[in-house]
C-alpha cells in the first residue's frame, strides 16, 4: 500500500512500507530539504532492517540534495539500518559516481515496491571510535 505522506513544491514523499520503503519524486533541492529530511528521519526511525528509497522519479537539484542522502546514510549506520537507493535516475548515477558515493551507498537498479529484498552483500562494519 502506497500513501503520500508529504508533498512539497515539485516535490513528494510517498510511503511504500512504513519504516522499510518509501519513493521520492520531485527535485531535491535546498528549498525542499529541510522538510523532507525531517520526514524521511522519522520512517527511518519506524523500521528497521534495509530502508530502500526509491529515486527513479528524483531529481537531485545541487549538492544539498546529495547532503541529504549521505546524512540519511550515515544515520541508517548509526541505527544498524542501511539506505538502500533504488532506481536511482541516470544523473543521480552520474553525481554518485563523480562524488565516488557509489562505494558509500547500496544501489540496485531495479526493485519492485513489496517484492522480493535482492541479495545485497552485508553492512560492512562501522569503524572503532
Not at 549538492?63 to 548509526?78: D, E, W
Amino acid at each position: 500500500m502506497t500513501a503520500v505522506v508529504w508533498a512539497g513544491p515539485g516535490i513528494e514523499l510517498s510511503i511504500d512500507s512504513p519504516g522499510r520503503e518509501a519513493t521520492i519524486r520531485g527535485q531535491l533541492g535546498v528549498r525542499t530539504v529541510p522538510e523532507l529530511r525531517a520526514h524521511l528521519q522519522r520512517l527511518l526511525a519506524a523500521g528497521e532492517g534495509d530502508l530502500i528509497l526509491h529515486l527513479r522519479e528524483a531529481e537531485v537539484a545541487d549538492a544539498t540534495g546529495l547532503g541529504v542522502l549521505v546524512g540519511l546514510h550515515q544515520r541508517a549506520r548509526r541505527q544498524n539500518r542501511r539506505l538502500v537507493i533504488a532506481e536511482a535516475s541516470e544523473r543521480l548515477e552520474r553525481l554518485m559516481r563523480i562524488t565516488r558515493l557509489h562505494l558509500v551507498l547500496a544501489r540496485v537498479d531495479t526493485m519492485h515496491m513489496g517484492g522480493a529484498m535482492p541479495h545485497l552483500p552485508p553492512m560492512p562494519p562501522l569503524p572503532p571510535r
